[in-house]
């Protein structure tokens, strides 16, 4: 971006692993950082970290380090965004929060640039960053919905240990040597790291991410449910989701059913993801190509692969979906917004 007008910005867990990505997705897409402020918690006060070159010492994230900040981007959990976003918006802050805390509060916008920019400037200092599975799958359903409408998704996903933060990545790879090396795995922090009872991720496959609700869906699985039918604008879509966790690192992969309103060409579909922003097409069942989290890892786009007609149902589609969970899935959706957010700051 080039502008003429700059802004400070404070980047809240400016050390964890979405924290980390915002910082460079930051620098990469030259966004006008006037004063850069990267927040953590006291644990990391007085310590740095890199940006554009230059080493930037990490303050505690408290209500007055919000003074005189223009644009607040959050990534340190929903209890942290809980006590202090309403502190940086009352300080004059406009707020783009990563957490669960807001993102359903009827008020609060909930945004995927490519699906409804047209809400983020009906924010009130706040607008919510969705969850990483729900925005790679509603980018690359947008383009369906309003061609031929949806009526209901059926989704399962395969999603990286990164999403649940430096300490479930560090563990995975530490598992992975423990059982190649005949040592015990000991696992500590996944699923979820504030309930007791964990499992081994290393050549695994876990049916949780977050913890249970009352009916038996995870929290993700009712995340990926609900803010869909949000950002879609449409109470009336049917969403299902099964989310497991793989030892993967970085990109989250899914195998999305979609039902149509309308009849549909499979190349249309094609056609039409092609022409579609943020989405890149690769679909080559002669050729061996669809979409891998190896070949997403690092870059903004979502890609989409695996099209095709269900056997049984004429309006039911089959698609592929993987993006890096940390950049469209976080840093890069939340930048997107703030891109946004500055042409009328
Ligand atoms: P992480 O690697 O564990 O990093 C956590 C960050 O939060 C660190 O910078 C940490 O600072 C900071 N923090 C922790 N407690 C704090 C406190 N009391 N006050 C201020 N800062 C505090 O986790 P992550 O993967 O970056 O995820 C961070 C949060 O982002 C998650 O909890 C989740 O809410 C959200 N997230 C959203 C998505 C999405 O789907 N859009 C994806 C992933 C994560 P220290 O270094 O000082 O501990
Ligand atoms: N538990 O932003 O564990 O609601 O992968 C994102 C990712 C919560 C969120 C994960 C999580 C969120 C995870």
Redesign the pocket.
Known sequence: MTMEKSFNVAV?????????QILKVLEDRNFPVRQLKP??????AGKTVQFQGKKYV?E??TPDAFKGVDIALF???????KK?VPEAVKRGAVCVD???AFRMEPDVPLVVPEVNADKIFEHEGLIA?????T?QMVAALKPIKDRYGINRIIVSTYQAV??????AMEECLRQTRAVLDNEPVNPDILPVGSLPRKHQIAFNAVPQIDVFEENDFTREEMKMVNETKKIFDDQNIKVSATCVRLPVITGHSEAVYVETDEDFDVNDVRNLLREAPGIVVQDNPAEQEYPLATDAAGKLDVFVGRIRRDVENPRGLHLWVVSD??LK??AW?TVQIAEHLITKM
């Open positions: 809240v867990g400016a050390t964890g692993a979405v924290g980390q927040l953590a918690s006291a644990r990391s990490v505690e994230a990534s340190a959990g929903g209890s942290v965004s202090l990563n957490t669960n960053n969705p969850n990483c599975s925005i990164s999403g649940a933060g430096y300490e969970n940390l899935g976080a959706n």
